[in-house]
């Protein structure tokens, strides 16, 4: 049977660990560890190998779940990771500094899989920052020629993750229809 | 090992389009874990109606008489209480659901789960009228509704679950000029229309503006993008949809405020997102029609996704949103491609249009060319599945 996956990426502290567990049927594997460089500022824990979680579907299939290390420096992995994978999410923290660098750095990094799949970015932490408004990321990826859904996102909130996922796929084919 | 009993309560739904009766068939089989089963009506120990559909009121009084011993339970957004049902508020939840349905069979005999304190209410044909009949000062005491901020919440929360506010309109003979017109609104005669204009007044004047009328003052921050009303949305519903007269036009004032003094002193759990409420607005007034000022034999186009998480979900609303970025198309073709009620189209499109979203296409090259039909996806199977995981948990 065909190994399927969606891959979650973005920032350190965008979210990706906990939409993962939002959405995911078994508790996700995490591989945190005690933060000990510029994560530490942001996050106690952080992700150093990737996370996984999984959907169990009818007749069987599985849908897999992969976090990716949100540090650059775990970049080699990211072409691995998205071998097989069906789609990207990508999460983006808002309070951060320039979560338009990072979306842009994010977009660029998974260029190739995305022209070959959709992705869909969740904008996090908008309750405690509101600017840049989703508009905005709109504006930016104008620029990019990119249309993705683009969605206020709480990574705890299983409907926001599974309403991302959803146009996720809808995104992949708009003709899709649930049962 | 996941069944709770051994046998399976035996229910009929009504009032539930093929996607939200598949979707309801398949929550009770696996959150509900398997406390019920959907059967053909004639075979049903209990009567399931979503009291949100356009015409419960006729089923709900059908069904009293057709089987008078048979439970009814009532799914709906709001609070319902009606003599003789049983109710869940929607979204359903697992939990909320299989408690009512094993009191249903542990009673005997039909058993009100609320106890009323009004008449008994005779329904009339739409869901605002069943809910014009039921007193709502106690709303939130059995299910507290959360606050107007998160207004979200209250509706269903995945694409393609909700119908409350639509199917008034019949099926349109859209060659029938008569018909075209009752299938069109104009903002300019409702709520909406004044809402829109104040907000642009707000936003060119960098000031915050108070919208008087007869109904209840709106309050428009163009700083925040936040509006101030104190009225829930079921008030909200009612007055959208109502057509203004001349009357009504001749009450309305616009009024620049000051808006840290305005600010004081007001409810804070009823500001709202500018956008999250013209939208709610648009689609209340709407009610499946589309904007007079869009032409249906002209293709529209739509500049970026809506923030569908913060908005309130229209059915099919996902599916029309990723066909329109793939190419602009009129309203009736993707009513025909993705084979749905064009009232579902029209309420989107009268949504995404009153947010500056939606686009409608000018240069004859863009009438040139029909857009291909999109292809399907070689997983659309396996995505199918992923969407019925995701709308089922």
Request: charged letters at 20%.
């Amino acid at each position: 049977m065909s190994q399927y996956k969606i891959i979650f990426t973005g920032p350190v502290g965008a979210g990706k660990t906990t939409a993962i567990s939002s959405i995911s049927d078994a508790p996700p594997v995490k591989t945190d560890a005690a933060a000990s460089d510029m994560t530490k500022n942001r996050k106690s824990s952080t992700t150093v190998a990737m996370d996984y979680g999984v959907m169990n579907l009818e007749g069987g299939e599985k849908i897999h779940l992969y976090g990716t290390p949100g540090q650059e420096r775990f970049d080699f992995m990211w072409d691995i990771l998205t071998n097989g994978g069906i789609g990207l999410v990508l999460l983006l923290d808002n309070t951060r500094a320039d979560p338009f660098q990072d979306m842009r750095f994010f977009l660029e990094a998974f260029d190739k899989f995305i022209a070959n799949t959709a992705v869909a970015i969740g904008v996090t932490q908008m309750d405690v920052s509101s600017k840049p408004s989703i508009t905005e990321y709109h504006q930016q990826l104008q620029t990019l020629g990119l249309k993705p859904p683009v969605f206020s996102v709480d990574a705890r909130e299983h409907n926001d993750v599974s309403l991302l996922v959803q146009s996720l796929l809808y995104s992949l084919d708009p003709g899709l229809v649930g049962e | 090992m996941k069944k709770q009993g051994p046998v399976s309560i035996k229910v009929a739904l009504y009032g539930m389009d093929p996607r939200s009766h598949k979707t309801m068939e398949l929550y009770l089989k696996g959150p509900c874990r398997g406390i019920a089963e959907v059967v053909p009506e004639e075979d049903a120990e209990i009567d399931i109606i979503d009291a949100d559909f356009a015409t419960a009121g006729e089923i709900l009084e059908t069904r009293r008489q057709q089987t008078p011993e048979r439970p009814i339970l009532l799914l709906s957004l709001e609070f319902l209480k009606i003599e003789n049902t049983y109710f869940v508020q929607k979204p359903v939840k697992a939990e909320q659901l299989t408690t009512v349905l094993s009191k249903i069979v542990s009673s005997k005999k039909p058993k009100q789960l609320i106890e009323p304190e009004q008449p008994v209410t005779t329904l009339g044909e739409s869901p605002a009228a069943i809910q014009d009949a039921i007193p709502q000062e106690n709303t939130d005491t059995a299910n507290p509704l959360p606050k107007a901020t998160k207004s979200r919440k209250t509706f269903a929360n995945n694409e393609g679950g909700y119908t409350a506010f639509l199917g008034t309109l019949s099926d349109i003979d859209f060659s029938d000029p008569e018909q075209l017109r009752r299938a069109s609104f104009d903002a300019k005669s409702h709520l909406l229309g004044y809402v829109l204009s104040a907000f642009k007044v707000a936003c060119r004047q960098g000031k915050a503006q108070q919208l008087n009328s007869i109904w209840k003052p709106i309050l428009i921050f163009p700083d925040t993008r936040q509006i101030w009303l104190d009225a829930d949305d079921k008030q909200l519903r009612v007055f959208a949809g109502i057509e203004q007269n001349h009357t009504f036009a001749g009450k309305i004032s616009l009024l620049p405020v000051d808006a840290a003094i305005s600010k004081i002193g007001l409810a804070a759990d009823k500001f709202q997102d500018i956008d999250v409420f013209i939208w709610k607005l648009t689609i209340w007034t709407s009610k499946g029609r589309f904007p007079a000022s869009i032409n249906l034999q002209q293709s529209v186009y739509l500049k970026h996704w809506p923030n569908f998480t913060r908005l309130l979900l229209t059915p099919d609303a996902m599916r029309i949103a990723a066909l329109l970025l793939k190419d602009p198309r009129t309203p009736l073709q993707l009513a025909n491609l993705l084979n749905i009620k064009p009232q579902y189209v029209f309420a989107f499109i009268s949504a995404c249009n009153s947010l500056d979203i939606l686009g409608q296409c000018q240069r004859s090259a863009d009438f040139m060319v029909v857009p291909e039909v999109p292809k399907p996806s070689k997983k659309q199977n396996l995505f199918s599945k992923i969407l019925n995981k995701l709308r089922g948990d």
